[in-house]
């Protein structure tokens, strides 16, 4: 995008945010980016209602996570906050899950405290090493430039998201991923093979983290709930 256009754009968002929100102001700020960048093909008319169909059912989903986030969130900026919202529903799509689990994940790990650093050095909304970080970016071809990047909200949760599913891949059970996010792969894959219990607290925070979302949101969205026990082939 170019830059009067971004500044056109951001102009737009602050503007419609102070009247309806960060979700009309996300609505509005796809709806005019995607105005301004024309298609460079002429399709056939079917092909075009059927991707103006898609494309209008995944502006409502990530319309609505910005507004679940606005309802939630008084830490970010709004700009980060539409910005993250289309990442949250993007990435859980793409492997086929909730992305109020996502959301029960940011605020398990730091509340939306996008600057929040632990003593283990994890940094971000989604608490993420930096070597861990590294190494996921190298596995899964996104950038990486330095440390600090993981202080940016969307590429924090895009790369997040990315782990935590590697991880629900790997261990083939929901509940293991989460635990494994929270105490290292190794740790956990030495439990399992000593027949040792795993820890559990970790885990029901994010649960309880996440019923409690789905409680508050879960007639409004379109998603399936996740089922934290079953295990995955």
Same mark, same amino acid.
């Given at each position: 995008? +170019?830059?009067?256009?971004? @500044?056109?754009?951001? =102009?737009r968002f602050r503007t419609v945010r102070s009247i309806g929100g960060v979700g009309l102001a996300l609505a509005i700020i796809i709806g005019y980016t995607n105005i301004v960048t024309p298609s460079r093909h002429f399709l056939p008319q079917g092909e075009m209602l059927y991707r103006q169909k898609i494309a209008t059912a995944a502006l409502?989903?990530?319309?609505?996570? #910005?507004?679940?986030?606005?309802?939630?969130?008084?830490?970010?900026?709004?700009?980060?906050?539409?910005? %993250?919202?289309? &990442?949250?529903?993007? @990435?859980?799509?793409q492997y086929g899950s909730d992305?109020? !689990?996502? &959301? #029960?994940?940011?605020?398990?790990?730091?509340?939306? =405290?996008?600057?929040?650093?632990?003593?283990? +050095?994890?940094?971000g909304l989604m608490q993420i090493k930096?070597?861990? *970080?590294?190494?996921?970016?190298e596995r899964s071809g996104m950038r990486w430039i330095n440390d600090e990047e993981l202080f940016d909200p969307a590429y924090n949760v895009r790369l997040g998201s990315h782990y935590?599913?590697?991880? &629900?891949?790997? !261990?083939g059970s929901v509940?293991? #991923?989460?635990? *494994?996010?929270?105490? =290292?792969e190794t740790a956990v894959n030495w439990r399992i093979e000593t027949g040792q219990r795993l820890p559990s607290e970790y885990f029901e925070r994010v649960k309880n983290n996440y019923y409690v979302l789905r409680e508050q949101f879960g007639p409004? &969205?379109?998603?399936?709930?996740?089922?934290?026990?079953?295990? %995955?082939?």
């Open positions: 995008m +170019g830059s009067c256009v971004r @500044e056109i754009v951001i =102009g409502d989903e990530k319309s609505l996570m #910005a507004q679940i986030i606005d309802r939630l969130d008084h830490q970010l900026s709004d700009i980060d906050r539409a910005q %993250i919202a289309p &990442v949250l529903v993007e @990435e859980a799509r992305p109020l !689990f996502l &959301v #029960a994940m940011i605020i398990t790990e730091s509340s939306f =405290g996008s600057a929040e650093v632990s003593q283990m +050095g994890a940094r930096p070597s861990v *970080a590294r190494a996921v970016a935590l599913f590697e991880l &629900v891949a790997r !261990f509940k293991r #991923a989460i635990i *494994a996010y929270n105490c =290292g409004q &969205v379109p998603w399936k709930p996740v089922q934290f026990d079953k295990t %995955i082939q």
